[in-house]
């Protein structure tokens, strides 16, 4: 099907179930409607889920989050601590508690990931053997934009009750520049766990119920293995929240007030969820719960402390052990190179269909070339913050999330202000006293993430002032409790959506060198090692394929400010080798004494490092700047692949075979048990 038949197939017939349910509803029809949205805004991938969309800033990244899912799967039917990988820097290990990880995600498609190998085969329709684990990435990112709607919507609708505002927050926050810039990511991408947690913390406060306890602690364990800078992140949306609560409650409490003038009024109005402008609400006070015994509540602080703290235990004692082995370390020019530049917000979008390779080009000028960081706002969503901010001090409702998303914003710029790709040293911004006050968030090196946030508290933002001037000017209908969409509310749904496009998305197939499906599995624990060596990322894709242990660096994929061993293969003695491999007749030209030290230093090596295979390669696929296609580039000479080859003949391998542009070397080694 062409891509934009399903795009505007499957957009409009989600939008017909958001902008009007009345002949249309049913159970769960609004999250149908999202999920049709974004099968639409996602266009073409639900017809090619065993593609990868590559174009994001660091397209590759992906591939780290592919590994992720498979080290979830391997670990859980191992029956070993998934934060703690052995199958990387091995044979030492290391830990994943610091690592973009988002466990959650590999956790909750543990059922995907084992039914999928069983019912697909590896060769189906050209998958290969990375499209069953490639169909489970891509569900999980149609399932991310699809619960980070619909959690914003009910969020949305529990703060204004006023269904129509809470569609258009969710539109507003699941389908913003942010998100699309970040497909790639998946720890950056699970914003619906960020707006889970928030949900569940101001339903606590709007009605405390020992149910809401238990729902608030389950959705922090997915937030935190989610990931540690939404963790962060929700510690002060808690605070933003929370205070404004206590503060309305102390100056509300007793007194009438009519609907409007509170960010709750909506929710503890006596006619329901869309009383009439004038109706007089009662007390912001909460209407009381049924009685409930002292157990129940006792029960479910009982169930969520210990449950909670069982849960996260070992990723709290996985990031203390990090950080006393040195922590995150601050990097202010990491930090500096990854902030939002002012310009960026007002920039049309850099990856419209029509519109995009315009701006795409002024975007990555303001960041040294890197076209990823374009974060445009869109013109029409900041009309209607405008107009939504206006109307929220005018009626009093919904001001705490302007100051929330005014928080994030300045703190989304870093340590100091870009403007126009010109960095201004002075005044420091509040990021810089930040990321001193707490060095270990793993945010300070990203300022450019606070914009998730600042995203949510703008779209609950336009809520609250849509819900009041619309209530205003007679468009609640007290009788309704789901009412529909006006014509107005319908062209602006429509607009945002337009203006936020980034499909059709490319889409891509990752080639894997053909050897990598060669190398047989071996029982016992062994290591494979690839000459002259591949980038990280790339690394840990294969090692799906031919799930053997690395025992060489994946420093760049792995978090940098994370401590590492030393590897056998990271000493002086083996760079010094490695740097006459390729010489041709290098080992065969020294002298019978030199010969044999040579040989044994290279063998003890690879004992050392308990290495079973060996792999020379010619070529490896590398991925275009542009994300759009896979350049097959050399990774040696013909007379260093050559030379390499013939050295290690001298070293006695057991098995050797070529395949395609590469060649195999298996060699005997001495057996690990773990």
Same mark, same amino acid.
């Given at each position: 099907?062409?891509?934009?038949?399903?795009?505007?197939?499957?957009?409009?017939?989600?939008?017909?179930?958001?902008?009007?349910?009345?002949?249309?509803?049913?159970?769960?029809?609004?999250?149908?409607?999202?999920?049709?949205?974004?099968?639409?805004?996602?266009?073409?991938?639900?017809?090619?889920?065993?593609?990868?969309?590559?174009?994001?800033?660091?397209?590759?990244?992906?591939?780290?989050?592919?590994?992720?899912?498979?080290?979830?799967?391997?670990?859980?039917?191992?029956?070993?601590?998934?934060?703690?990988?052995?199958?990387?820097?091995?044979?030492?290990?290391?830990?994943?508690?610091?690592?973009?990880?988002?466990?959650?995600?590999?956790?909750?498609?543990?059922?995907?990931?084992?039914?999928? @190998?069983?019912?697909?085969?590896?060769?189906?329709?050209?998958?290969?053997?990375?499209?069953?684990?490639?169909?489970?990435?891509?569900?999980?990112?149609?399932?991310?934009?699809?619960?980070?709607?619909?959690?914003?919507?009910?969020? /949305?609708?529990?703060?204004?009750?006023?269904?129509?505002?809470?569609?258009?927050?969710?539109?507003?926050?699941?389908?913003?520049?942010?998100?699309?810039?970040?497909?790639?990511?998946?720890?950056?991408?699970?914003?619906?766990?960020?707006?889970?947690?928030?949900?569940?913390?101001?339903?606590?406060?709007?009605?405390?119920?020992?149910?809401?306890? =238990?729902?608030?602690?389950?959705?922090?364990?997915?937030?935190?293995? *989610?990931?540690?800078?939404?963790?962060?992140?929700?510690?002060?949306?808690?605070?933003?929240?929370?205070?404004?609560?206590?503060?309305?409650?102390?100056?509300?409490?007793?007194?009438?007030?009519?609907?409007?003038?509170?960010? /709750?009024?909506?929710?503890?109005?006596?006619?329901? /969820?869309?009383?009439?402008?004038?109706?007089?609400?009662?007390?912001?006070?909460?209407?009381?719960? @049924?009685?409930?015994?002292?157990?129940?509540?006792?029960?479910?602080?009982?169930?969520?402390?210990?449950?909670?703290?069982?849960? %996260?235990?070992?990723?709290?004692?996985?990031?203390?052990?990090?950080?006393?082995?040195?922590?995150?370390?601050?990097?202010?020019?990491?930090?500096?190179? =990854?902030?939002?530049?002012?310009?960026?917000?007002?920039?049309?979008?850099?990856?419209?269909?029509?519109?995009?390779?315009?701006?795409?080009?002024?975007?990555?000028?303001?960041?040294?070339?890197?076209?990823?960081?374009?974060?445009?706002?869109?013109?029409?969503?900041?009309?209607?913050?405008?107009?939504?901010?206006?109307?929220? &001090?005018?009626?009093?409702?919904?001001?705490?999330?302007?100051?929330?998303?005014?928080?994030?914003?300045?703190?989304?710029?870093?340590?100091? %202000?870009?403007?126009?790709?010109?960095?201004?040293?002075?005044?420091?911004?509040?990021?810089?006293?930040?990321?001193?006050?707490?060095? &270990?968030?793993?945010?300070?090196?990203?300022?450019?993430?606070?914009?998730?946030?600042? *995203?949510?508290?703008?779209?609950?933002?336009?809520?609250?002032?849509?819900?009041?001037?619309?209530?205003?000017?007679?468009?609640?209908?007290?009788?309704?409790?789901? @009412?529909?969409?006006?014509?107005?509310?319908?062209?602006?749904?429509?607009?945002?959506?337009?203006? =936020?496009?980034?499909?059709?998305?490319?889409?891509?197939?990752?080639?894997?060198?053909?050897?990598?499906?060669?190398?047989?599995?071996?029982?016992?624990?062994?290591?494979?090692?690839?000459?002259?060596?591949?980038?990280?990322?790339?690394?840990?894709?294969?090692?799906?394929?031919?799930?053997?242990?690395?025992?060489? =660096?994946?420093?760049?994929?792995?978090?940098?400010?994370?401590?590492? @061993?030393?590897?056998?293969?990271?000493?002086?003695?083996?760079?010094?080798?490695?740097?006459?491999?390729?010489?041709?007749?290098?080992?065969?030209?020294?002298?019978?004494? *030199?010969?044999?030290?040579?040989?044994?230093?290279?063998?003890?090596?690879?004992?050392?490092?308990?290495?079973?295979?060996?792999?020379?390669?010619?070529?490896?696929?590398?991925?275009?700047?542009?994300?759009?296609?896979?350049?097959?580039?050399?990774?040696?000479?013909? $007379?260093?692949? $050559?030379?390499?080859?013939?050295?290690?003949?001298?070293?006695?391998?057991?098995?050797?075979?070529?395949?395609?542009?590469?060649?195999?070397?298996?060699?005997?080694?001495?057996?690990?048990?773990?």
């Amino acid at each position: 099907m062409n891509p934009w038949v399903f795009l505007i197939l499957c957009v409009a017939a989600g939008g017909a179930l958001l902008a009007q349910p009345g002949p249309l509803r049913f159970r769960g029809s609004t999250l149908l409607g999202f999920l049709l949205v974004t099968l639409g805004m996602t266009s073409p991938l639900p017809l090619h889920l065993t593609r990868m969309m590559l174009t994001s800033s660091g397209g590759s990244d992906a591939f780290i989050g592919a590994w992720n899912l498979w080290w979830t799967r391997t670990a859980a039917t191992q029956g070993v601590n998934p934060l703690f990988c052995g199958w990387l820097f091995y044979p030492e290990g290391t830990s994943l508690a610091l690592h973009t990880y988002s466990l959650t995600y590999g956790v909750l498609t543990l059922p995907l990931q084992w039914l999928l @190998p069983l019912v697909m085969p590896g060769g189906l329709a050209g998958a290969g053997p990375l499209g069953p684990l490639f169909v489970v990435y891509n569900l999980v990112l149609l399932g991310s934009f699809t619960a980070t709607g619909y959690f914003t919507y009910r969020l /949305a609708l529990l703060v204004t009750r006023h269904r129509t505002a809470a569609i258009l927050a969710g539109l507003l926050f699941a389908y913003t520049n942010y998100r699309f810039a970040n497909t790639v990511r998946l720890d950056v991408l699970g914003t619906e766990f960020l707006v889970l947690a928030l949900w569940a913390w101001v339903a606590l406060l709007r009605r405390p119920h020992p149910r809401g306890l =238990s729902a608030l602690c389950g959705s922090l364990v997915l937030l935190a293995y *989610s990931s540690l800078d939404y963790t962060a992140c929700a510690v002060i949306l808690f605070l933003v929240a929370g205070i404004a609560e206590i503060v309305v409650r102390a100056t509300g409490a007793g007194r009438g007030r009519r609907e409007g003038n509170g960010d /709750a009024d909506a929710a503890t109005s006596p006619r329901g /969820a869309d009383a009439t402008p004038n109706a007089t609400s009662r007390s912001w006070t909460p209407e009381p719960e @049924p009685l409930h015994r002292k157990r129940d509540w006792l029960g479910a602080i009982l169930l969520s402390g210990l449950g909670g703290a069982l849960l %996260l235990l070992p990723l709290v004692l996985g990031v203390l052990q990090r950080l006393r082995q040195g922590g995150t370390g601050f990097d202010p020019r990491l930090a500096a190179f =990854s902030s939002a530049d002012l310009l960026d917000f007002l920039l049309p979008n850099p990856r419209h269909p029509i519109s995009g390779r315009l701006f795409a080009g002024i975007s990555a000028r303001l960041h040294n070339g890197d076209a990823g960081f374009g974060q445009s706002i869109g013109w029409v969503a900041l009309g209607l913050f405008v107009i939504a901010v206006g109307s929220n &001090f005018r009626a009093r409702t919904g001001r705490r999330w302007f100051w929330g998303f005014l928080i994030f914003f300045v703190l989304s710029l870093g340590p100091s %202000l870009h403007l126009g790709g010109h960095v201004l040293e002075n005044p420091p911004l509040p990021q810089a006293l930040l990321s001193k006050a707490m060095p &270990f968030l793993a945010g300070s090196r990203m300022p450019i993430r606070y914009i998730a946030p600042a *995203s949510l508290c703008f779209a609950l933002a336009v809520a609250c002032g849509w819900a009041a001037l619309r209530r205003r000017q007679g468009f609640a209908d007290p009788s309704a409790a789901r @009412p529909g969409a006006t014509r107005i509310e319908v062209i602006v749904g429509a607009a945002l959506l337009f203006e =936020s496009l980034a499909a059709p998305m490319p889409l891509l197939r990752v080639p894997v060198p053909e050897i990598y499906g060669q190398i047989p599995p071996t029982p016992g624990y062994y290591a494979l090692a690839v000459i002259p060596g591949l980038a990280a990322r790339e690394s840990m894709l294969y090692q799906v394929v031919h799930r053997q242990r690395l025992v060489q =660096s994946v420093e760049t994929a792995i978090p940098l400010y994370t401590p590492r @061993p030393p590897s056998p293969f990271d000493t002086a003695r083996w760079e010094a080798l490695m740097q006459n491999l390729g010489t041709p007749g290098w080992i065969e030209s020294q002298p019978d004494e *030199s010969r044999a030290q040579v040989i044994g230093s290279l063998r003890q090596i690879l004992s050392d490092a308990k290495v079973r295979w060996v792999l020379l390669q010619r070529t490896r696929p590398v991925l275009a700047r542009d994300g759009l296609s896979f350049n097959i580039e050399p990774i040696c000479d013909e $007379t260093a692949f $050559t030379a390499s080859r013939e050295n290690l003949r001298r070293l006695w391998p057991t098995h050797e075979r070529e395949v395609g542009d590469a060649v195999l070397f298996m060699f005997e080694t001495t057996e690990i048990q773990e």
